[in-house]
């Protein structure tokens, strides 16, 4: 399967978030029990009609992975239906998300369809202020007196994440505007996250030509040039040459390799460090702290 924004994007995800399996308990064996793994058995396909969106996406997120053939055939017979694109484009939402994955498959599945149609209510999504990036969370509030901006908590940023994929969608459906928006999210978005995003996403649709490499250097953040040609984890690599790469890059850019965990010595309440993050609520513009 290729990378996320390939030919496979919009199942490369469903497979990883919508896993058509299941476990069953079998007969304990000492205190541990015996996990057996049973797939889901196959489904019937459920074409993609206005009025089936919803049966569509419940369809893609319980079937086993062996589907994915189906799923891509029943999108393929509806891409060029502007009523389709618009039933599902109907469906993205920040303030009725329905779940995160399935925020996601809608996403997916207008990146799949490969229609311009498409690209202004995805352009619309990954601009939303319904659902402020960490980035913009921070400039929300007042800092505590003395306290770092800086997040002392790992954070899973679900805005970020749901508008990385968006901008991955638009990437995929390389149309002239498409490329423009794309282009456009490089340079002037406000996570950090989407913007990488951006800019693997528009190298890999463009086949990471010299032209595409020079088009992403002069919209790219003097900070973040760093970021081009950053290793892809794909079917097709290797994970030793992966982890080499990676370890080249971390090599030339030390700031950026993760630091490794730290033992408190001591009274753990009395030596821990003050900890300020931003609740990640989504469809609000205002931050909790704790």
Not at 45 to 54: E, N
């Amino acid at each position: 399967m290729r990378h996320l924004t390939g030919a496979t994007v919009f199942l490369f995800l469903l497979v990883l978030l919508c896993f058509g399996a299941g476990c069953k308990r079998g007969k304990e064996s000492g205190k541990l029990p015996n996990i057996q793994f049973v797939p889901l058995p196959t489904q019937s396909p459920v074409p993609l009609q206005v009025a089936t969106v919803d049966k569509f996406v419940d369809w893609v997120s319980t079937m086993p992975s062996s589907q994915i053939d189906d799923v891509k055939k029943q999108i393929a017979l509806v891409k060029n239906d502007p009523k389709i694109v618009d039933a599902v484009a109907s469906r993205l939402s920040f303030n009725n998300l329905g779940s995160y994955g399935r925020q996601l498959i809608y996403l997916s599945i207008l990146g799949e369809m490969k229609n311009e149609r498409a690209v202004g209510p995805l352009q619309d999504y990954l601009n939303s202020h319904d659902c402020p990036v960490f980035e913009e969370r921070i400039n929300l509030r007042e800092p505590a007196p003395g306290a770092s901006d800086e997040p002392r908590t790992s954070l899973f940023d679900s805005c970020a994440g749901l508008k990385t994929h968006a901008v991955n969608m638009i990437a995929y459906v390389n149309s002239a505007a498409a490329q423009r928006a794309v282009l456009n999210a490089i340079s002037e978005h406000a996570s950090r996250s989407v913007r990488l995003g951006a800019m693997n996403a528009y190298l890999y649709n463009n086949g990471d030509s010299e032209q595409a490499i020079a088009a992403v250097r002069r919209r790219a953040r003097p900070e973040e040039l760093k970021f081009i040609g950053l290793p892809r984890l794909s079917p097709e690599t290797s994970a030793k040459d992966f982890a080499d790469r990676m370890e080249r890059f971390y090599t030339a850019n030390p700031d950026e390799r993760p630091p490794l965990p730290t033992r408190v010595v001591g009274n753990r309440h009395n030596a821990r460090p003050p900890r300020r993050s931003v609740e990640p609520s989504v469809g609000s513009g205002k931050g909790g702290s704790r």
